[in-house]
Nanobody
């Protein structure tokens, strides 16, 4: 059974930083595109960042460019999201996701991903 488990969320003040982690079990995703999405109350789930299998290509939503960094450690089957200069509008539940089967391009739509984590809450206070 495939599982993606996120961690690292929490409450932080404006301007602070958090590092989210997502570790996969049940299947190796070292050759797959991975992504981070977020969903605020009453809003749709939107792409935050995506990364190809070797980290060679990354994508960021305009709202997080220059503040967030996606990275991965294939040996640990883990993807990370480093979030700096956090703003109240970054408050949301953050989800990691994986494409299956092997894909070598970034992906920005929810429908392009096949496996999802349960989400981790990030709250940024003003």
């Amino acid at each position: 059974q495939v599982q993606l488990v996120e961690s690292g969320g929490g409450l932080v003040q404006t301007g602070g930083s958090l590092r989210l982690s997502c570790t996969a079990s049940g299947r190796t995703f070292s050759s797959n595109t991975l992504g981070w999405f977020r969903q605020a109350p009453g809003k749709e789930r939107d792409i935050v960042a995506s990364i190809t299998w070797n980290g060679g290509v990354t994508y960021y939503a305009d709202s997080v460019k220059g503040r967030f960094t996606i990275s991965r450690d294939n040996a640990k089957n883990t993807v990370y999201l480093q979030m700096n200069s956090l703003k109240p509008e970054d408050t949301a539940v953050y989800y990691c996701a994986a494409r299956w089967p092997v894909r070598t391009t970034v992906a920005v739509r929810v429908s392009q991903y096949d496996y999802w984590g349960q989400g981790t809450q990030v709250t940024v206070s003003s």
